[in-house]
């Protein structure tokens, strides 16, 4: 009886197992899903028929970013196998043991089919009952009897049941070993698709190199324009900066000021409650505290908001929303590198810049306010202010938004602009700053 109770636990503990398998793979088949629509619609990015130095530079920067994007699904491609082999362990551990199980279930069937065959007869039965020593004995025997008669059924029952769970767990090992042969054959399959991408690289590159003085004079012009903004966004932050350090100083400032009212008020009290002490002594004790709290101004509550916003903004880096509607492919990367395989070629970008399809629109990555809104070349630029942080949505053709608005995350500011004189080109350049400082958006982002 003992057994059965295990084995009936043991069923109960694997049965959930077999659920969580099944999910893990599903959740591993929809972000893989995801991963792999994100590549096929990008590659309609990469549409120019131009030969120029600057057709042929964007060319070059959304193939790098489609080759990024490709490792990142092969190297996720590698991670879920790992997962789906650990899968498989664990099935083969639980098949393995319910196997072993029946076995054992089983050679305790057949000992005590033997032993009914022994002591099987009615007149048997009989003679053990009533050759009880006493009354409660026979009453014993008897429900022994019918226990046992119990138990053989339940046991038959559990090896029906043990052998419907071991043909499942079969049937979910083969359902792992079959994801794992198609992550297998995708990942082949990425790697071929990726060697090509960089073969079209290498000729890219190669065609880049011919035309080395055309490339720096394009880097150049590029560069021009995007110092034009970069002071912009820097003047602009630097007043919000500005700003946010003269309400913090007028905010300490009424709070000095509430606080020597307050003492104002307790030294007053104090003198009411020395004149009074010998009439009223318990009651001119107990009035200075509750004047004290109640002259206490809540004159950080501006302050206090915008520390709990700062705090709520850092506790998401790494989680935020891309800020671009639509599939998307960063073209360009933060800070100072030097272009792959171009000798002298380096690039220098304050922010990060993300080509996606018409149409697409800013979108916030966080809760805020609008702290400003400029024009630049005919193109629009909105900075949006979470507590201490700032996030820039740069290259806009219009916006939704004014300056002084809240925004949740997610609600679009504008829509970015379509380059119609540059193969309809969608790039929206975004920035990061905490203060003055500049981070790196692709630390913050979910990209």
């Known amino acids: ?38 590549i096929e619609e990008t590659q309609s990015l990469l549409n120019t028929t131009k030969k120029d130095v600057g057709s042929q530079l964007n060319s070059l920067n959304v193939l790098m970013g489609q080759i990024d994007e490709r490792r990142k699904y092969i190297d996720t491609l590698t991670s879920d196998m790992v997962q789906i082999d650990a899968e498989m362990n664990l099935v083969e551990a639980q098949l393995v043991r319910l196997q072993s199980d029946l076995l054992a279930q089983k050679d305790d069937y057949v000992a005590s089919l033997r032993y009914l065959q022994r002591h099987g007869s009615i007149q048997q039965k009989l003679m053990f009952i009533f050759s009880a020593k006493s009354f409660s004995q026979t009453l014993r025997r008897l429900r022994y009897v019918r226990e046992y008669a119990t138990y053989q059924k339940e046991q038959g029952l559990l090896m029906q049941q043990q052998q419907q769970d071991i043909s499942a767990k079969r049937r979910e090992l083969e359902e792992v070993r079959a994801s794992k042969t198609d992550l297998l054959q995708q990942r082949e399959a990425e790697r071929s698709a990726l060697e090509v991408q960089q073969r079209q690289q290498r000729a890219l590159v190669s065609e880049l190199q011919k035309k080395q003085k055309g490339l720096q004079d394009e880097i150049k012009k590029k560069q021009a324009e995007a110092n034009k903004l970069n002071a912009e966004i820097d003047k602009l932050v630097a007043a919000e900066v500005e700003k946010a350090r003269k309400q913090a100083e007028e905010e300490a400032r009424r709070e000095a000021e509430a606080k020597k009212k307050a003492e104002a008020a307790k030294r007053t009290e104090n003198k009411t409650a020395a004149a009074t002490t010998t ?12 004047t004290t709290a109640a002259a206490t101004p809540s004159t950080t509550a501006s302050n206090t908001s915008d520390k709990a916003l700062s705090a709520n903004f850092e506790q998401n880096r790494g989680k935020l929303p891309a800020p671009i509607s639509t599939s998307y492919i960063v073209v360009s990367h933060f800070g100072q590198y030097n272009v792959q395989g171009m000798k002298n070629v380096t690039l220098d970008n304050k922010g990060i810049d993300l080509q996606g ?43 939704n938004v004014k300056q002084g608005d809240d925004v949740t995350t997610r609600q679009e500011l504008g829509t970015v602009f379509t380059d119609p004189s540059n193969d309809n080109r969608t790039v929206l350049h975004f920035q990061l700053r905490k203060e003055r400082d500049k981070l790196n958006p692709e630390r913050w982002l979910k990209l």
């Open 1 to 38: 009886m003992k057994r059965l109770l295990l084995l009936l636990c043991l069923l109960l503990c694997l049965a959930p197992l077999g659920a969580q398998t099944n999910k893990r793979i599903k959740d591993l088949q929809s972000r893989q899903g995801q991963l792999k629509q994100q």
């Open 357 to 399: 399809k018409q149409g697409a629109k800013a979108r916030a990555v966080f809760n805020g306010k609008v702290a400003a809104i400029f024009q630049l070349n005919g193109l629009f630029n909105v900075l949006v202010r979470h507590g201490q942080y700032i996030s820039v949505y740069c290259n806009l053709s219009s916006t």
């Open 279 to 290: 009439a009223k002594p318990a009651a001119s004790t107990a009035k200075p505290a509750t």
